[in-house]
């Protein structure tokens, strides 16, 4: 038994969750809120932070720390997802067919094996202008779209537009990219003790392939069009799909078996892209930053997310997978030398303040050594933390952020 402390789920059954809610809305609103905002008037995690984005930023770990003791929401179905999308959101649905199995090759087949998982009839949400008019069907030519994988650590989060990891998300990003359009995948959510294990690597992996072969061969979508985005984990798969169709070769092939060319770019907000926690050090954001981040007990000390990707896979291979951690410190130089030599332009959003800063420095450092800095954008946010797209009273964060994006996206 792993002997973290948060995302135990301990009080998940009834009546332990109930008495458990109860205790948490005295707690909070009588005994940590007080603290929270007596701490704030005195210590402040980043001196550029009001009382208020220190106390939000407080309280939202709570929620998360709630989450990780009672349970994770599961997808909603997709005839309610569908509908419920239609209705209160206005956002539009598809399906989408599973990707042919004999795209599922080498080392990503082997791990399939090893964790019982098969290409899935999965789905997929649309956002932006005139998706619910043209019936979901192939957008003009020349729309640009994101191709979205939504964040939540590989095991919790939502495409659907209810849920801040892509609901919230979408929005700055339709504001600042004029004309675009999202598709945002429902990836399969893995889940490890106390749980059945379910939806190991690659599972996620392989919806991300399956969502993409819909948008190319499908709909016929140029790929040229296409910029492939993601949040947090989210990241991680966006990154991981592009590294296996070059490193399979998929993008090569012309007429001779399943290919996937390469989209126009890459766009990543906060990308978690070291699993095998590799950055921990004493003096690194991932321990200085544990106040000024929301998500600290979810990545750190936590091994649930961990375990569960993993499956049936070796422990290490949170550290050596490419697909899993491709920022990882254990991997040797010649593992990643050229690694992303192939990969189009990549932009990176992310917090100043967040715990994966370093993460995401190693990560765009070997960006910049295989591509050149002028096909790497750095869009660090200074005093922000993970996924700040998503958070309430970070409006100025978001305008200047989104406001890059848009510059970038429009020059693409």
């Given at each position: 038994?792993?002997?973290q402390?948060?995302?135990?789920?301990?009080?998940r059954r009834?009546?332990?969750k109930?008495?458990y809610?109860?205790?948490?809305?005295?707690?909070?609103?009588?005994?940590?809120?007080?603290?929270?905002?007596?701490?704030?008037?005195?210590?402040?995690?980043?001196?550029t932070?009001?009382?208020?984005?220190?106390?939000?930023?407080?309280?939202?770990?709570?929620?998360?720390?709630?989450i990780?003791?009672?349970?994770?929401?599961?997808h909603?179905?997709?005839?309610?997802g569908?509908?419920?999308?239609r209705?209160?959101?206005?956002v539009?649905?598809?399906?989408?067919?599973?990707i042919?199995?004999?795209?599922?090759?080498?080392?990503?087949?082997?791990?399939?094996r090893?964790?019982?998982?098969?290409?899935e009839?999965?789905?997929?949400?649309?956002?932006?202008?005139?998706?619910?008019?043209?019936?979901?069907?192939?957008?003009?030519?020349?729309t640009k779209?994101?191709?979205f994988?939504?964040?939540?650590?590989?095991v919790?989060?939502?495409?659907?537009?209810?849920d801040?990891?892509t609901?919230?998300?979408s929005?700055?990003?339709?504001?600042?990219?004029?004309?675009?359009?999202?598709?945002a995948?429902?990836y399969?959510?893995?889940?490890?003790s106390?749980?059945?294990?379910?939806?190991?690597f690659?599972?996620?992996?392989?919806?991300?392939?399956?969502?993409?072969?819909?948008?190319?061969?499908?709909l016929g979508?140029?790929?040229?069009?296409?910029?492939v985005?993601?949040?947090?984990?989210?990241?991680a798969?966006?990154?991981?799909?592009?590294?296996y169709i070059?490193?399979?070769?998929?993008?090569?092939?012309d007429?001779?078996?399943?290919?996937?060319?390469?989209p126009?770019?890459?766009?990543?907000?906060?990308?978690?892209?070291?699993?095998?926690?590799?950055h921990?050090?004493s003096t690194?954001?991932?321990?200085l930053?544990?106040?000024?981040?929301?998500v600290?007990?979810?990545?750190?000390?936590?091994?649930?997310c961990?375990?569960?990707?993993?499956g049936?896979?070796?422990k290490?291979?949170a550290?050596?997978n490419?697909?899993?951690?491709?920022a990882s410190?254990?991997?040797t130089?010649?593992?990643?030398?050229?690694?992303?030599?192939?990969?189009?332009?990549v932009?990176?959003?992310?917090?100043?303040?967040?715990?994966?800063?370093?993460?995401?420095?190693?990560?765009?450092?070997?960006?910049?050594?295989?591509?050149?800095?002028?096909?790497?954008?750095?869009?660090?946010?200074?005093?922000?933390?993970h996924?700040?797209?998503?958070?309430?009273?970070?409006?100025?964060?978001?305008?200047?952020a989104?406001?890059?994006?848009?510059?970038?996206?429009?020059?693409?």
């Amino acid at each position: 038994m792993s002997s973290q402390t948060n995302f135990t789920f301990r009080f998940r059954r009834q009546p332990l969750k109930l008495l458990y809610t109860l205790y948490k809305l005295i707690t909070i609103p009588f005994i940590k809120l007080p603290f929270f905002i007596l701490r704030a008037i005195f210590i402040r995690p980043r001196p550029t932070w009001s009382l208020a984005r220190t106390v939000y930023v407080d309280l939202y770990r709570q929620v998360v720390v709630f989450i990780g003791q009672t349970g994770i929401t599961p997808h909603l179905s997709p005839d309610k997802g569908a509908e419920s999308a239609r209705k209160q959101f206005g956002v539009g649905f598809s399906f989408v067919e599973p990707i042919p199995e004999e795209g599922i090759v080498a080392d990503v087949k082997e791990a399939a094996r090893l964790n019982g998982v098969k290409p899935e009839r999965r789905w997929g949400y649309w956002y932006g202008p005139g998706v619910l008019e043209e019936g979901f069907k192939k957008p003009p030519p020349g729309t640009k779209m994101f191709y979205f994988m939504h964040g939540g650590g590989f095991v919790l989060g939502s495409a659907h537009p209810s849920d801040p990891l892509t609901g919230e998300t979408s929005t700055p990003i339709l504001k600042h990219c004029p004309g675009a359009n999202i598709f945002a995948i429902e990836y399969r959510l893995a889940q490890a003790s106390p749980y059945p294990l379910a939806n190991g690597f690659p599972a996620g992996l392989i919806d991300a392939l399956s969502g993409y072969y819909y948008l190319v061969h499908t709909l016929g979508i140029d790929s040229n069009d296409i910029i492939v985005s993601g949040s947090s984990a989210g990241g991680a798969l966006a990154v991981g799909m592009l590294l296996y169709i070059i490193r399979q070769g998929l993008h090569r092939r012309d007429g001779s078996g399943l290919s996937l060319p390469l989209p126009r770019a890459l766009w990543l907000e906060s990308p978690a892209v070291d699993w095998g926690m590799s950055h921990v050090t004493s003096t690194s954001s991932m321990t200085l930053f544990q106040r000024s981040d929301i998500v600290s007990p979810f990545i750190q000390p936590t091994d649930y997310c961990v375990r569960a990707v993993l499956g049936n896979l070796p422990k290490e291979e949170a550290e050596k997978n490419v697909y899993i951690s491709p920022a990882s410190k254990n991997l040797t130089d010649e593992e990643v030398k050229g690694l992303f030599k192939e990969f189009p332009d990549v932009a990176l959003t992310y917090g100043g303040s967040e715990i994966l800063r370093d993460v995401v420095w190693t990560f765009r450092d070997r960006l910049v050594r295989d591509l050149g800095k002028e096909r790497v954008l750095d869009l660090e946010e200074p005093d922000c933390p993970h996924v700040f797209s998503t958070l309430l009273l970070h409006e100025k964060d978001k305008e200047s952020a989104y406001g890059k994006v848009g510059r970038w996206y429009k020059d693409l």
